[in-house]
């Protein structure tokens, strides 16, 4: 069995999906207290740890963790931010700013795993023509790693949703070389909204609790899925929305947006993703972190915690802890666990075959 630490590992997608491939999660790392909770609770035996990435005592302290358990650090994964390098750019790729991002090769570098996997927004792969992107590959080829990165569509690997997220995958060169999880499904197969949710309580006149009960048996295979062998519907809260908020939603048709709002209608929000309303026969749009935008393809009400869990592939028995605002920014935050899932399958094939 491979073992692995996940930095910035938020709530736990990446890693609940390495979890469900077989790998063992020794800990997690983040500044979000509240995502520490959800993480520890969801991931067995795992520390959460609320801890500075760019301190040396950091490192220390997860290299001491792991060797008094009796486990190597096999795999380093995890999604750093990268807002730094749309300031600095790659003259100042060592520029204090990316002290997070530069706190990863220096994990890499010091415990020198088998294989290392970082997530990524799309957009940097072209930030600054594709030198930041180019600079992140070079530094880890001179650690003696065979790397590679590629955009990923999270619904080609089971996810109903249509999130692209860039990711880097390396192995040390002395075991092999990357290689990306070819997709499960073809895009005449997505998985929808519908067949991922439409089995969920409609939390139209009533809006639930955190712990509550199903009210009717799975109607698809990605819901069987889900459910397992859970007996609990947890985080299925509706949202408490003034009636002219609804009003306007109902105004929305399936699949349109602010766009289709007649003059005069909900104009205090005309941006892109504004009054979004998914489509029940297609994956949803990136899940984002806030709950005002986006809403349900068929009630006037924004998506539940556990709805948008569905849609990002969390099993329903993964439990959000915190407030809501909390627990919309973890699920939102999250790299879906079934493409994270496809990745250490990968890996672990690369590594151990």
């Known amino acids: ?36 909770k959800t993480f520890e609770k969801n991931h067995g035996n795992a520390i959460g740890m609320n801890a500075d990435l760019s301190k040396q005592e950091t490192f220390d302290k997860i290299q001491e963790i792991a060797e008094s358990s009796g486990r190597s650090i096999d795999l380093v994964i995890g999604g750093p931010p990268c807002q730094g390098f749309s300031l600095t750019g790659p003259r100042n790729f060592d520029d204090p700013r990316n002290k997070l991002y530069l706190a990863v090769f220096a994990m890499v570098k010091q415990y020198k795993p088998k294989g290392f996997l970082i997530e990524n927004v799309p957009g940097m792969a072209t930030l600054y023509e594709g030198q930041i992107k180019e600079e992140i590959l070079k530094r880890f080829r001179s650690m003696g790693y065979n790397v590679e990165c590629k955009i990923l569509t999270a619904a080609d690997y089971g996810v109903p949703q249509m999130r692209k997220r860039l990711v880097f995958m390396g192995i040390r060169e002395d075991i092999g070389f990357p290689a990306f999880p070819k997709a499960k499904v073809d895009e005449e197969h997505y998985v929808t909204c519908r067949e991922a949710i439409d089995d969920l309580p409609p939390r139209t006149e009533e809006l639930g609790q955190e712990q509550d009960e199903y009210i ?138």
Request: proline letters at 5%; hydrophobic letters at 35%; aromatic letters at 8%.
């Open 216 to 353: 009717m048996e799975p109607r698809s295979d990605y819901q069987k899925m889900m459910r397992k062998d859970c007996t609990i519907l947890w985080n299925h809260v509706a949202t408490d929305h003034k009636q002219f908020v609804k009003d306007t939603i109902a105004l929305v048709p399936e699949g349109g947006n602010w766009k289709d709002l007649p003059k005069g209608v909900g104009e205090s929000r005309t941006f892109h993703e504004a009054w979004t309303r998914y489509h029940g026969d297609k994956p949803s749009r990136t899940i984002d972190t806030g709950h005002r935008n986006h809403f349900h393809y068929q009630y006037n009400r924004v998506p539940t915690i556990r709805e948008n869990a569905r849609l990002q592939s969390f099993p329903d028995d993964f439990v959000f802890l915190g407030t809501r605002t909390q627990q919309n920014r973890q699920v939102g935050n999250a790299v879906p666990p079934l493409l994270g899932k496809a990745l250490a399958e990968k890996m672990i094939s690369i590594i151990e075959g």
């Open 1 to 36: 069995m491979l073992h692995a630490i996940d930095l910035f590992c938020g709530a736990g997608g990446l890693s609940r999906g390495f979890m469900d491939a077989g790998v063992d999660i020794i800990l997690g790392v983040d500044n979000d207290k509240a995502a520490l």
